[in-house]
């Protein structure tokens, strides 16, 4: 299973395959034909609640990972997690994400439970 994270602010690449978004909110000042999104299952997001906890400097990043991950236990997210868990089960799969600091965002821990980076 090939999933990663990029920067949707960064170009597409060749070795994208499934291109994945993983925001809540479209990123500023980006155009949608630009991004080359492919889905964007907006269930996978964090609640609001759990982003301003976390941004808020309130908690560590692994315990924001357990508060998440518990998130994506619900029926809604479920089903959107095992819908990118098949889409990487047949080829590469790229989140995406507007945070700047990819190796702490929500999406890293997207690809951590999808077997990813």
């Keep these: ?50 982003r301003r ?10 315990e924001f990972g357990e508060r998440y991950a518990a998130e994506l236990a619900a029926p809604e997210a479920a089903e959107a997690l095992d819908r990118v868990r098949e889409l990487a089960g047949e080829g590469p799969v790229t989140l995406l994400t507007a945070s700047r600091d990819t190796a702490t965002s929500h999406a890293a821990v997207l690809a951590r439970l999808l077997g990813g980076e």
């Design 1 to 50: 299973m090939s999933v990663r994270v990029r920067r949707v602010y960064d170009p597409p690449e060749p070795g994208d395959g499934v291109r994945v978004l993983v925001d809540r909110l479209w990123p500023r000042g980006l155009a949608k034909d630009a991004a080359r999104v492919d889905e964007w299952p907006k269930a996978l997001t964090p609640s609001t609640e759990l």
């Design 53 to 62: 906890w976390y941004h808020g400097g309130e908690g560590s990043y692994e």
